[in-house]
């Protein structure tokens, strides 16, 4: 079913407008103001967007504006509502990206119309059936037009003729018929100057649209093969650790348990940079001193760079805290420190910068995926070898290197450009063949803001215990893996393949005291709806999520939601048990 969502700060035109698309057969969601339509937007799918233009807060225009800038927004629909009093208003709604125009009052019968036509219209673009521009005469002269925008034209024509008539009354002698055709086309060739100007803009979105797409969908191959890598993995390295307790006495076979397990450390290192270069990483963003952290990270870098890197630092006196994960940063200052040593393979210098920017409107305008507003910059910058014009748009594709074989996964700047992205930042590359590299990471700042900060499970001692743990997990070998885990750890288990299984055991009577379940299972429910299904049942029961990663059932705008525990794939048997306890320990506090 086609969904539309309503902005309209008037209850009562917000219902006579979902009522008439009902009865057309729409689904309608409503949104009283352009902040609430832009949460909409972020959290679900719709079709097409009809708002108001005059509303309080962010008008109509700004609304349509950042859903156009949005990669998820861009090929949304837009039809603004407005009273025209002036035909200027059109070309404002051109400029912010609107597909069309509905005049108050209307009728029905003109908006469902209306309506209809922009998604003819679309789908003829996306089947290949119209061109990207039409070129339209009005009044004499050439326009170039997108060609779902035939109507504001149309509109356009029906607007200043309605200034003719007004300007000439029932009487309305010769001069003033020639001033009411000035004041026309002098509208006229405003219109062409701003159209063609917008059309230039679009066929810039376009590529940066295309490249954004094709990141995205390379984003989704990945995260799902990381997710079943780390399924694997999370069964390699459980069962060297469980062997590794038989073979003390036996070198030859220890070593070569001790090698297994190395690669597989290996491979859930990669597992996470793609992980992060898909955005599926679950983050526990907080306010964070970036002046703090790059100057930690500098000792960090000092052993690992050499002795003929030079490292200089350039700091914000007063630098805002951005709100990021402070732990995923480190390793993506790393990542890039380490590039750019690479690029210096005779020596040269390093320079890690941070400071206070404001990206504006027009920033905004030449990079489509940004939001105007404060940003906390970090750079850092190398007089190395630089980058190849020719290659400058793939270094962040996942397992793009320019080193030769066995130098380096091409997972490093991936991992960076994911981080920033899940982060709600901007990544940007300055560089010059022969010359050197400056990549600057812009990040939210957290000044001003109330800031939730993440808690994490306290480190203490391996602890074993007698509870019923019902395990979860789709994947028999993981299945079996965890289950023999904790019963190593003392725990009794009930195991079960997906979430009825699970709700068949409790509803029979059976008791348990934690519930250990995989996020994302095949079914009628993903594990946060069984556990919240068996929390209605049992408010006591205490929950621990793994994943190899996850999605929006516990992860939401790339944060883990407060007061989850997730344990992420591949873990081993001294992480289990540290979660367990942590969680048991907490039900036995609330009792």
Known sequence: MTRILIVEDSPTQAQQLQFILEAEQFSVELALNAEIALQRVADQAFDMIISDIMMPGLSGYELCDRVKKDAKG???????????????????????????????????????????????NRRARIQGKLAFGVEVVFLGKKFIVNSEKEQILDLLIATFEDIVRTNRGLQQSKAELVAAKAEIETYALELERRVEE???????????????????????????????FNNLLTVITGAAEILSDDVTDQPELATTLAMIDEAAQRGAELTQRLLAFARKQPLQPRATDTNKLVSTAIKLLRPTLGENIEIESM??????????????????????????????????????????????????????????????????????TGIPAAIIDKVFDPFFTT???????????????????QSGGHIKIYCEDGLGTCIKLYLPSAAGRNVEFVGTTTAVPIQRGTETILVVEDDPLVRSYAIAQLRALGYRTIPAANADEALAFIDQGTRCDLLFTDVIMPGSRNGRELAGELMRRRPELKVVYTSGYSQSAIVHHGRLDPGVLLLTKPYRRSELAQIVRAALNEARLDS
């Open 74 to 120: 861009f090929n949304i629909p837009v039809i603004l509502l407005s009273t025209l009093a002036d035909p200027m208003d059109i070309i404002r709604g051109l400029e912010c990206g609107a597909d069309n125009f509905i005049t108050k009052p209307y009728e029905p019968e003109q908006l469902i119309d209306r309506i209809q036509t922009v998604f003819q």
């Open 198 to 228: 917008r059309t230039k803009q679009l066929v810039e979105q376009q590529q940066q649209l295309a490249q954004s797409q094709k990141m995205e969908a390379v984003g989704q191959l990945t995260g799902g093969i990381a997710h079943d």
């Open 315 to 384: 700091f914000e006196e007063h630098a805002w805290p951005a709100l990021v994960d402070p732990g995923q940063l480190t390793t993506a200052i790393v990542n890039l420190a380490v590039n750019a040593r690479d690029a210096m393979p005779n020596g040269g210098k390093l320079t890690l910068e941070t400071g206070n920017v404001r990206l504006d409107e027009a920033y905004a305008a030449a990079n489509r995926e940004v939001l105007p507003g404060a940003y906390v910059m970090i750079a850092v910058s190398d007089n190395g």
């Open 403 to 421: 080193k030769e074989v066995g130098k380096g996964t091409g997972l490093g700047l991936s991992m960076v450009y994911g981080l920033v992205k």
